[in-house]
């Protein structure tokens, strides 16, 4: 069997009163709480996007009982996520979520955000990728980033959040008969998306170019007040 790897991923939802985690100081391993930690990239050994990825999701199993109407809260939220066995830690309304995906080839560990809009209309599930790296990125690595968003699905993109300094990829479900296997489902497909598209997110492949530094001028070249030493005459050879 091959190795697990490890992702960064947040599911925002809210929950109270169900039982659910609470955040927990230092403890926490979403990138939601640690804005300030340096997390060192990930290493992921997924395939290229250019690869074909299965379309459209989710697709909820068809003998998942579907509720009759709209989840009210994000404690309806949570519990959909706790009848799929998942531990879902309620932090400023909304949830963090350690999810397993069992793909083809291996078992993909992925970090995820859920959150319910405030209109109740929508649940937004985030994936969370790679932090962004020090120094100065190509232009290039951005660009390829943007130009997969019309290549992945038309159900995802990525994304970046400025608050952590993260990359993330996202999906929104519509909050209409929500189950327990649209939750499931969603998260599995991003889950895929995130090891196709690893050659494009893995900033720890990326080359910087090392920041601009302007060197202090030893003496200001307008004032009258300049060292002897500063010049040496001309030399006629």
């Known amino acids: 069997m091959r190795p697990k790897h490890l992702f960064a ?15 927990c100081g230092q403890e926490a391993k979403f990138p939601t709480f640690q ?15 250019s690869q074909p990825l299965k379309s459209g999701f989710p697709q909820a199993a068809e003998k998942e009982e579907q509720t009759a109407a709209p989840v009210e809260s ?13 531990e879902p830690t309620l932090r400023d309304g909304q949830l963090d979520v350690l999810f397993e995906a069992q793909l083809d080839r291996q078992a993909v560990e992925v970090y ?9 209309k929508t649940v937004k599930v985030c994936a969370w990728l ?9 232009a290039d690595h951005l660009l390829e980033l943007l130009t997969s968003n019309r290549e992945v699905s038309q159900d995802c993109h990525f994304g970046f959040s400025r608050s952590v300094q993260r990359f993330l990829l996202e999906t929104t479900l519509e909050n209409q008969n ?9 998260m599995t497909e991003l889950a895929e998306v995130v090891t196709r598209t690893w050659a ?26 300049v060292p002897d030493e500063a010049f040496e005459m001309p030399v006629l050879r």
């Open 200 to 225: 494009v997110w893995a900033t720890s492949e990326w080359k910087t170019e090392p920041d601009r530094v302007t060197r202090k001028p030893e003496f200001d070249s307008r004032s009258n007040n």
């Open 130 to 138: 790679d932090p962004l790296p020090q120094g100065r990125i190509p």
């Open 112 to 120: 995820y955000t859920v959150s319910l809009s405030e209109n109740l």
């Open 35 to 49: 804005p300030e930690t340096a997390v060192a990239p990930n290493a992921f050994p997924g395939e290229s996007v």
């Open 9 to 23: 991923a947040t599911i925002c939802l809210g929950l109270s009163g169900l039982g659910l985690h609470t955040a």
């Open 74 to 86: 994000i404690e309806g939220v949570g519990t959909l996520l706790q009848s799929l066995k998942l």
């Open 178 to 186: 929500l189950t327990a296997a649209q939750l499931e489902t969603t």
